[in-house]
């Protein structure tokens, strides 16, 4: 269903073309459009809220799952394209062995998304960020996985996907990104040709700064924003700079962190390219 509604609205677009507990401690042508080939949608959603040694979250768990129910739903993601790591099963290997199947698995006509609710830490000696596995140690960096070694999977060299999206809910994330992404017009024009254009993006519920883990109707603020994005969009077509600029909007009104929209570094995305979320039962309304 989802490749019947992409190729028909690429076909329409075309004939038309001329608590606060923190989440962490401390163009181209009509007939050039009508050829792209697509691809499948697969998902990963961990969340985390049982840590064996760090503090324990309230929300995360109830993030990831509503995030991964709402796409089933409503946007065309299957649940055999699906993988779900909840609390003990969100391992530091697991997460890794997860990501080496994603890579073997995923196609250069496909698209991933990527959703991480949990601690987040930054390495007093790298500087950088990482995300906290359910057994991650809280004195030991090197039990972390760190952004770095997240963004070498995201990579057109490992999981070579026309698009990926990476969101993350956790503290210290703004080191995925090599800079700020840009907001264009959406038009349909612009939505077919970014489709085409292999693409890398993040959003991160803050920067390099704790997040809250405190929100609304049992989500953190950030997953009750992105959520609702995702729910009351109703056009055909939705992309990540037009939920960015809902979740910014609530985050900036009800919490102490600043959201963030970016590309991140090295990882082989191409100007102008950009993810798609396609709503189902919207064949034909671009």
């Known amino acids: 269903m989802l490749r019947r509604i992409i190729a028909l609205m690429l076909i329409v677009a075309a004939s038309s073309f001329a608590q606060d507990d923190n989440r962490g401690i401390g163009g181209s042508t009509p007939k050039e459009a009508a050829s792209v080939t697509q691809g499948d949608y697969y998902l990963l959603v961990i969340g985390i809220n049982n840590y064996m040694h760090f503090p324990k979250l309230q929300t995360a768990v109830n ?7 709402t796409l089933i739903q409503r946007y065309g993601f299957e649940a055999a394209k699906t993988v779900a790591l909840f609390d003990t099963d969100a391992t530091a290997r697991r997460i890794l062995v997860e990501l080496r199947q994603l890579a073997q698995r995923i196609g250069e006509n496909d698209s991933l998304l990527v959703f991480y609710a949990g601690h987040g830490r930054l390495d007093d000696i790298t500087k950088t960020g990482a995300w906290v596995p359910v057994d991650g140690a809280e004195d030991d960096p090197t039990t972390w996985l760190q952004n770095k070694t997240l963004l070498d999977y995201f990579s057109v060299n490992a999981i070579k996907a026309r698009h990926i999206l990476l969101v993350s809910d956790a503290c210290f994330a703004g080191d ?55 729910t009351d969009n109703s ?52």
Do not use: C, W
């Open 63 to 69: 993030d990831a799952q509503g995030v991964r129910d």
């Open 176 to 230: 995925f990104f090599s800079r700020s992404a840009s907001t264009p017009q959406i038009t349909d024009a612009y939505v077919r040709q970014a489709f085409q254009k292999t693409s890398r993006e993040a959003i991160t519920s803050g920067g390099m700064e704790p997040v809250t883990d405190a929100g609304y109707g049992g989500h953190s603020v950030f997953a009750h924003f992105f959520l609702k994005a995702l």
């Open 235 to 286: 056009d055909p077509y939705l992309m990540p700079t037009a939920i960015f600029e809902r979740v910014k909007g609530g985050i900036s009104q009800n919490a102490r962190q600043q959201a963030q929209h970016g590309l991140p570094a090295n990882t082989g995305g191409e100007q102008g390219g950009g993810f798609v979320f396609f709503l189902k039962g919207a064949e034909g309304n671009i």
